[in-house]
């Protein structure tokens, strides 16, 4: 018998993703959408990576917690991962309320219908490199102290702690993936890398001249998102259910990111950047930097895309987006 997925932000890039591994081990995939007045561009990165067609939608929100038992009820999937969220930092700023909603309440109401209608099943909630913020450690492990430093990264952090709690207080197969930053030609288009990538082929496309940023000493693990959606996957196929941090290992600043993406097409980054204030965070997270030996020995689990391989697949993603505009 074919196992049964429910992923929740299935349009995301993640989502985009997973759907496409699952599909591939034999998964029978379903997506949870909100309802949407722009339903017929939410399936962009499922389409992008080739699998729309073969996932079964479901409406669903994070907030309707009877809507969440009766979909668990009826689906009685094997595995389930909640990668849907309020995901940007910045905007968590502007909407503390939300996010907080969204984000933190929305994976206990996902836990609760869990336990509630299919307390058999294996779930995964998306933790944040975010929740470390002001790092207590230089490189971060399973064991560090967080010290979130947004509303975004308290409401990761509070999802986090539920699903320990669950998992402790219920027996549930709950795992956490802390996930460092991770990117791809799929990533929203208000992330740095991407809004970088976008830049650097509208620039040298004659579209643009210039692209404004924040602080780019801001220092970054940065892996690709094809190879993190494995490692979530591994997580649910251990036979205990545990907490990992899924990251490269290696620390890179916005503004070597930057150098990496301008010359990928010949161009000095320093000529076509101008700072922006109003790009500058109330509370910087200055350094993250992931230690996943934890994930390397109990999953196998290694990435195995470099940073510059994954600007250089961005930009020539971006490049051809734009030419077709």
């Known amino acids: ?25 034999g998964y029978t995939v379903h997506g949870m959408l ?7 561009v939410i ?38 991962y909640n990668l849907a969220a309020q995901s940007f930092v910045g905007a968590s700023w502007d909407q503390p309320h939300l996010t907080g909603s969204v984000t933190g ?6 836990l609760e219908a869990v336990r509630l209608e299919c307390p058999q099943a294996r779930f995964y909630q998306a933790s944040s490199s975010e929740m470390y913020g002001l790092v207590q450690h230089p490189i971060q492990s399973e064991t560090t102290p967080f010290y ?20 402790e207080s219920f027996g549930l197969h709950a795992s956490a993936g802390i996930l460092f930053n991770h ?6 288009i ?11 082929a509208a620039i040298k496309l004659g579209q643009q001249k210039t692209v404004e940023l924040g602080n780019l000493d801001a220092k970054r693990d940065w892996g690709h998102a094809r190879d993190y959606v494995e490692a979530m996957w591994l997580m649910l196929q251990q036979e205990n259910p545990d907490d990992y941090v899924v990251a490269t290992g290696k620390t890179w600043t916005v503004r070597q990111m930057c150098e990496v993406a301008f010359a990928t097409v010949g161009l ?21 930097l992931g230690d996943p030996s934890k994930a390397k020995a109990k999953l196998g689990w290694e990435p195995t895309t470099t940073m510059q391989d994954m600007i250089a697949e961005m930009v020539e993603a971006d490049l051809q987006r734009r030419s077709r505009t």
């Open 268 to 288: 000095n980054y320093q000529d076509h950047i101008t700072i922006n204030p109003k790009f500058l965070r109330p509370a910087e997270v200055d350094l993250l």
């Open 43 to 80: 399936g962009d990165r499922l389409r992008w990576v080739g699998v729309y067609d073969d996932i079964r939608f479901e409406l669903g929100d994070l907030l309707d917690e009877g809507g969440l038992s009766r979909l668990m009820r009826r689906l009685q999937p094997d595995e389930i």
């Open 183 to 188: 990117e791809s030609p799929l990533r929203g």
């Open 34 to 40: 909100r309802r949407s007045a722009s339903a017929d």
């Open 1 to 25: 018998m074919a196992k049964t997925a429910l992923i929740t932000g299935v349009t995301g890039q993640d989502g985009a993703y997973l759907a496409k591994l699952l599909l591939e081990k």
């Open 105 to 110: 309440l929305g994976a206990t109401n996902m």
């Open 190 to 200: 208000e992330f740095v890398t991407r809004k970088v990538t976008d830049a650097v």
């Open 148 to 167: 979130p430093r947004s509303p975004y990264a308290v409401a990761k952090l509070y999802a986090h702690w539920m699903t320990v709690n669950y998992r």
